[in-house]
Structure formats: C-alpha cells, structure tokens
C-alpha cells in the first residue's frame, strides 16, 4: 500500500518567486478541508500568488477574500531557502507543531482545572467535621 503523501508534496522543488502567475487567483472560499481549515495547498498557492502577482499583500490577500496578516503568516512559513527552493516538508511540519501546540495547550488547561479541582477537594475532606457527638 502507497504512503498517503501531503497534499502539497508534489510541490517541492518549486520556489515562490519563480512559478509564473496565472491571471487565476486562488479562491479562500473553496480552498477548505472538512473541519473549514485551509489546505496546504491552498496556502502555497497563495503565497506564490501573492510573491508573484505584483501586487501588495494587501491587495493580493483581498482578491483572495483572506486576511493580510494571514497571508503573511503563510509566507514567512513558505520562505525559501537560500537557493530559492520552498521547502515544503517545513511548512507541512510548522502547521503539525502548531496542531500539537494547539493540543498540549488544551490539555495543560483541562488538567490544571482539575488539579486545583483536587486541591479543593483535598482541602474540603481534610478538615475536621463540628457535627460529631456531644
């Protein structure tokens, strides 16, 4: 059985600044996965079109219908190396830290919650009851 590949695996050896920009520009309302994130794909996409496009990131962010300040964010992680190369493996690996980060987040909070959850029960059945006999 074949390894699932990324979905922006094939694009690899490509840098942003050399792909040639297409009048198309790529669409933020199409470019989702079931749970409504942005696909890798999209991302590259879009960080080539706006590397390409001659146009601000503003302006590119907008004919896109996405945020500036997300398009930039997507940019920085698709930075290519010194010899121009978008190094794919990178941003597929940034957007994984940043789900893991997501995750030990909410379960340092989940856990906090119930440690001082602990501490007041503890306290609770540690002190000594008034209700004993006469």
Not at 5 to 28: C, E, N, Y
């Amino acid at each position: 059985m074949a390894e699932p590949s990324s979905p922006s695996s094939s694009l690899k050896d490509s840098s942003l600044s050399s792909v040639p920009v297409s009048g198309v520009t790529p669409d933020g309302k199409s470019a989702r996965d079931p749970q409504g994130h942005f696909t890798q794909a999209f991302k590259l996409a879009a960080a080539r079109y706006a590397a390409g496009c001659g146009k601000s990131q503003r302006a590119a962010a907008r004919d896109m219908g996405i945020s500036d300040k997300t398009l930039s964010g997507w940019i920085i992680d698709a930075c290519p190396n010194a010899a121009g190369v978008v190094d794919v493996q990178r941003f597929d690996e940034l957007a994984q830290l940043r789900t893991q980060n997501r995750e030990l987040l909410a379960r340092n909070l989940r856990l906090t919650a119930e440690r001082d959850f602990l501490k007041k029960a503890a306290a609770y059945f540690a002190t000594p009851s008034n209700s004993g006999s006469k």
